[in-house]
């Protein structure tokens, strides 16, 4: 394989980008300066260096520098999880990073989130490996000590959110029940296939609203 061969591949992996998109990424950076490459590489390192992931939601997420001084308390943990002008009774259950922030930029859900890191596909048989279940668990046991009084899982319309939705009630179930925890989901407003992360203010208002 060669270096245009081993970069597309890389690409490919990208979400949603395909044989032919990566192949035009690659062939746009044999068209750039040196300079744009090394900015470029050190971005992706700089990016890898700041980032964090919160302990308790599992965002990723830059930490503020610490100012000379102040306590180091919470670290690790992200400023949404920090923040106590939320309402800390509700915990939205995400897929990933970007639904997170398109619920969040809607400033329609004014909540705690946990992100599961991905859905459970339909045929799987190592699901725990895939998911952070096992984490959403201990997460909601203490929150239950600290006010929670309702889970909303929020997946994209698709066989495989639908599968995750279904997948997450019957694991949470014996927990929920115990803490006497309502568990809903996101409403149809959201048309059949339409990802979380590509819906507007008003569609993600709407599916909030009509939550069972
Ligand atoms: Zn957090």
């Known amino acids: ?39 470029f590489l050190l971005l992706i390192k700089d990016l890898k260096k700041e980032i964090s992931q919160c302990s308790m939601c599992f965002r990723f997420f830059i930490p503020t520098p610490k100012r000379v001084g102040t306590p180091t308390v919470n670290v690790g943990v992200c400023e949404i999880c920090k923040d106590k002008t939320l309402d800390s009774s509700q915990l939205m259950i995400i897929e990933k990073d970007s639904d997170l922030e398109s619920v969040r930029k809607s400033k329609v859900y004014h909540g705690k989130y946990f992100v599961l890191g991905g859905l459970v596909p339909i045929v799987e048989k190592n699901t725990k490996s895939r998911i952070r279940i096992n984490e959403l668990k201990d997460k909601i046991k203490k929150d239950a000590k600290n006010g929670l009084e309702e889970i909303i899982l929020a997946f994209s319309l698709s066989p495989q959110g639908d599968h995750t939705d279904f997948y997450i009630r ?26 979380l992360e590509y819906s507007d203010n008003d569609t993600i208002k709407n599916a909030l609203k009509n939550r069972q």
């Open 1 to 39: 394989m060669d270096t245009i061969e081993k970069l597309t591949e890389i690409f490919k992996e990208f979400p949603g980008i395909g044989e032919r998109q990566a192949k035009r990424f690659v062939y746009f950076l044999m068209s750039k300066n040196d300079s744009y490459a090394e900015n």
């Open 170 to 195: 019957n694991e949470l179930k014996e927990i929920t029940d115990s803490f006497n925890i309502k568990i809903s989901s996101l409403g149809r407003g959201l048309s059949t296939g339409t990802e």
